[in-house]
Nanobody, 126 residues
Framework: QVKLVESGGGLVQPGGSLTLSCTAS????????MGWFRQAPGREREPVAA????????VYSDSVKGRFTASKDNTKNTAYLQMNTLKLEDTAAYYC???????????????????WGPGTQVTVSS
């Protein structure tokens, strides 16, 4: 059974940066793409970024394109989300999840990913 743990969230001022990490255990994620999602209070969980199994393909939502960068280190079984130029509207709980099918191109479809980690809170506030 795969277990995911996100870390790196916190409180940051607008314009600041954070790097989230997602470490997997119980599954070798080198064969799987990884997705990043966020959920603000009262809103549905939305996909923001994904990276394919070998890191050669990334995809981003329009709201974070050019500011967020997804990466993964298969030797550490860990995925990362570098978040720059953070905005107030980036405030949310952030989650990671592996693609459910190995070796495929990733698309920002929430149903393609799972199971989920417990999440890490990102709060952007002045």
């Amino acid at each position: 059974q795969v277990k995911l743990v996100e870390s790196g969230g916190g409180l940051v001022q607008p314009g600041g940066s954070l790097t989230l990490s997602c470490t997997a255990s119980g599954r070798d994620i080198s064969r799987f793409g990884m997705g990043w999602f966020r959920q603000a209070p009262g809103r549905e969980r939305e996909p923001v970024a994904a990276i394919n199994w070998d890191g050669s393909q990334t995809v981003y939502s329009d709201s974070v394109k050019g500011r967020f960068t997804a990466s993964k280190d298969n030797t550490k079984n860990t995925a990362y989300l570098q978040m720059n130029t953070l905005k107030l509207e980036d405030t949310a709980a952030y989650y990671c999840a592996p693609d459910q099918i190995p070796f495929r191109r990733v698309v920002l479809v929430t149903a393609n990913f799972g199971p989920w980690g417990p999440g890490t809170q990102v709060t952007v506030s002045s």
